[in-house]
């Protein structure tokens, strides 16, 4: 049954519950759509990303959509480029040394996250067979998914700041 939930993305036994009285409530919904397209449209049924895992790790990387790099960039996890071109980056005024990249939508940079954590298969090898495992097993399991993550980031804390966030939208 969770297979045929999926698959229509009628999400049976995960749903983002949103109760900030701020703007909180947009960007949880603005994140949220774009990540439901992209398990819609652009992905393998056992590569769909848990929508709240992405909308945790996006609220953590910009303060919920505060960030610089989410206003001026739409850079929404903190990926970074190695392109040339200034057009298509944007650099931290405390380190010129790394450039993130620009998206022209927050779809765009949603799904460039969604596609780094599938097909960067050196890099995120352990999510996606934990992905995949959880797939068939019918069974989301966020704090598992989160610590195969250890690389997105090299603050130790990162894992458990995700976590808090994941169950601050109370998932059920």
Not at 1 to 13: D, F, K, Q, S, V
Request: proline fraction near 4%.
């Amino acid at each position: 049954m969770n297979h045929l939930c999926a698959t229509l993305l009628i999400l049976c036994n995960t749903t983002v519950n949103m109760f900030f009285d701020d703007k909180r409530n947009d960007f949880v919904q603005e994140i949220s759509t774009c990540a439901i397209e992209y398990n819609a449209y652009f992905t393998e049924p056992q590569n769909r990303i848990p929508v709240p895992l992405v909308v945790a790790i996006s609220a953590h990387e910009t303060g919920w959509g505060e960030s610089r790099f989410a206003k001026e960039a739409n850079n929404y996890f903190g990926i970074k480029t190695d392109s040339d071109d200034p057009d298509m980056y944007i650099v931290p005024k405390n380190n010129p040394n790394v450039k993130l990249s620009k998206y022209y939508t927050v779809c765009e940079s949603v799904y460039a996250f969604m596609d780094l954590l599938i097909f960067h298969t050196r890099r995120y090898e352990d999510f996606v067979n934990e992905l995949h495992d959880q797939w068939f097993l019918e069974e989301i399991n966020y704090e598992k998914l989160i610590y195969t993550l250890h690389r997105y980031s090299d603050d130790p804390k990162w894992e458990n700041q995700v976590l808090k966030i994941i169950n601050r939208l109370e998932i059920r």
